[in-house]
């Protein structure tokens, strides 16, 4: 554990269960060992050093600029949902091992070219040709029914095999929420950006990332109307 303000908070380490006993004699250990725990608002080298490494294995993060911000957060959490980790955002030892480790999980349906959301995971992959470039922290419906617009809904996404057939380009409100062009693919259910990507499920039944995630995807073609969406 370490103290951040009043605090404390995991430092990276595993989950409870089977992974709880994961240890760090793996590959990357030596390396961990040197590097100090950072969690977000840090800033330096090994910062630096930590987007650069999650950007090469596709847990993208933006530009490596050496601030643990946001986006940085984002990925880290993705790849500690990938590894089974405690999902804290704070890379201590045994996140530190997974960065140096160089691995990207694999897709379930093999290759093709395609959005993987697992919902047991929270995390959303892009599958291109054969193997996952990115991997995503999203959060997905918190299957908790709430009312809005005159009605009832359920708050769960779906499993199934979809395809986007309509997107905004821009902010909108529907009976799910506020969504950040949203790309959808079952109903009123999308894959959009938002304000808020925890990593747990928390949404209406939509299928959240970070409003920079949403924008790099569109811009590089891999969310389009069209494009095939698995759930399970």
């Known amino acids: 554990m370490i103290e951040v303000g009043r605090r404390q908070v995991m430092a990276g380490v595993a989950g409870a269960g089977a992974l709880g006993a994961l240890s760090i004699a793996t590959a990357g250990n030596a390396e961990a060992a040197t590097r100090p725990t950072i969690w977000i608002g840090s800033r330096g080298s090994n910062v630096t050093y930590l987007q650069q490494r999650l950007n090469y294995v596709g847990y993208w993060c933006g530009a490596a600029d050496g601030i643990f911000g946001a986006q940085t957060q984002q990925a880290v959490y993705a790849l500690q949902k990938a590894w089974g980790l405690y999902r804290d955002a704070i890379v201590g030892p045994n996140t530190w091992a997974k960065v140096a480790s160089n691995s990207r999980p694999g897709a379930r349906f093999g290759a093709g070219y395609r959005i993987e ?94 409003t920079s995630t949403q924008d790099m995807l569109i811009a590089g073609g891999y969310m389009a109307i069209g494009r095939q969406v698995v759930v399970y």
């Not at 359920?154 to 929420?177: C, E, H, I, M, Y």
């Open 117 to 210: 959301i697992d919902k047991r995971r929270q995390l959303l992959l892009v599958v291109w040709g054969s193997s996952v470039r990115y991997t995503f922290n999203t959060s997905t419906g918190a299957n908790k029914p709430f009312y809005a617009w005159g009605r009832w809904y359920n708050g769960q996404t779906p499993s199934g095999n979809f395809k986007v057939f309509r997107r905004v380009n821009g902010w909108t409100n529907d009976a799910l929420g506020s969504l950040y062009r949203p790309y959808f693919f079952n109903g009123a259910i999308a894959v959009h950006g938002a304000t808020s990507i925890p990593p747990y499920p928390a949404s209406h039944g939509c299928c959240r990332l970070s």
